[in-house]
Structures are given as C-alpha cells and as structure tokens.
C-alpha cells in the first residue's frame, strides 16, 4: 500500500492500548479497491449478514493474538518486512467461502504466490504463532451469520475480477471488542521500498 515518506507510523507511546491487545498481522487494501469490492455485498444487506466497511477491508496473514507488548511486537514485525520485498496482490474472484456448500463469507480470493505465502510464514515465526490451516489468501467483505446456504442461493455471487495493488506495506492491527472498526497500531514498510532516513547531525 502507498504510504507519503513520513510513514510508516507507529502509534506513540501515550497512544498504545493497555495491554493486553487483541491484535493481528495483515494487509491494508487500497481505498478504492476496497470500495469497489465492497459494492458487491450491498445486495446482501439484512440483519443475517454482517458487512465490512470499506475502511476495515484487509488481507489477513497472521489470525489475531492477545500481545502484551506492542513495542516488542513491532520490532519483531520489521526484522521480517525489511527482508522481503514490496509485491503485486492480484484479487481474482468474488465468491463465497471457505466452502461452497456451507459459505459463511463472502470473499475475493487472490491469487496465491510464493511471494506472499513466504512472507506469511516468516511473520507466524516472529511473533510465535502457528496456523495449520491451508493458506488461502482472501478479502473478506461480508460475514454470514444467519443461513448461509440460503443467502447464497437467494444472491448468487460467482464472479471473475482483476483488480491489483502494489504492496508496500505490513500493519499490525488492533482488534476492537465488537470486531468493527479495526485501528493500525503500526504500519511496517517491505525491504527496498522503506523511505530512506535523513542522517541528523
């Protein structure tokens, strides 16, 4: 993600939630490729369905933790981000997921790279994280709480798209209590495209 040179930010010391936060790794998608993406779910809006808002729209890579230090949290982050370096994210389908007979999501699935699923890999070691699920890389744009089967038949959505966004950046997130409205505790750049730092005398 395009980031102005003053960034990455890091939320000051005053402003980092009590520990500890409930908090996970991912990748923030472009305004409008998060809008656009979410244009698709209006047509699910009922109160069995749960949409995401364009600003919390996110590739997940690390599921969440409760960290009881940010600080810690982000150095370990970096030490991987700066080995690897920024990359194409290509979004290739709106469907639902993760199982076409018992949909609970409605996605776009992104094509699956060694790039991303490597970065991933590295990012579950630093923080001492494990996932033994398969890696399927996704953006999740609505939620289905009630009959999923039945919204999915009701508003059939199978459909091929082309969206890319250049990535530049990991964040770590701050997983609210209500699950909406996702706060970025810190913004970490991929190897090369790091702004480099003016030397102060």
């Avoid at 790039?115 to 890696?135: G, K, Q, Y």
């Avoid at 997130?173 to 913004?187: E, H, T, W």
């Amino acid at each position: 993600m395009c980031r102005s040179p003053d960034q990455p930010h890091i939320l000051s010391a005053d402003a980092q939630p009590a520990s500890p936060a409930r908090v996970f790794v991912g990748l923030k998608i472009a305004p409008e490729i998060a809008l656009e993406l979410t244009r698709f779910a209006k047509r699910l809006e009922q109160p069995s369905v749960r949409l995401v808002a364009p600003a919390d729209v996110h590739l997940t890579l690390v599921p969440p933790w409760d960290e009881p230090s940010i600080p810690e949290a982000v150095d370990k982050l970096r030490q991987v981000t700066a080995r690897f370096a920024a990359f194409q994210l290509s979004l290739k389908r709106v469907c639902y997921g993760p199982q076409r007979r018992r949909p609970r999501l409605l996605w776009a699935e992104c094509a699956t790279n060694e790039e991303i699923a490597r970065l991933r890999s590295a990012l579950l070691n630093a923080v001492d994280r494990r996932d033994d699920r398969s890696f399927a890389p996704h953006v999740t744009i609505a939620r289905l709480q009630g009959n999923g089967i039945a919204i999915a038949r009701s508003h059939p959505i199978d459909q091929p798209i082309s969206l890319r966004q250049h990535v530049e950046t990991v964040e770590l997130f701050r997983s609210p209590p209500g699950g909406a409205g996702y706060q970025v505790l810190a913004s970490l750049w991929l190897g090369e495209t790091a702004p480099r730092q003016t030397a102060r005398r």
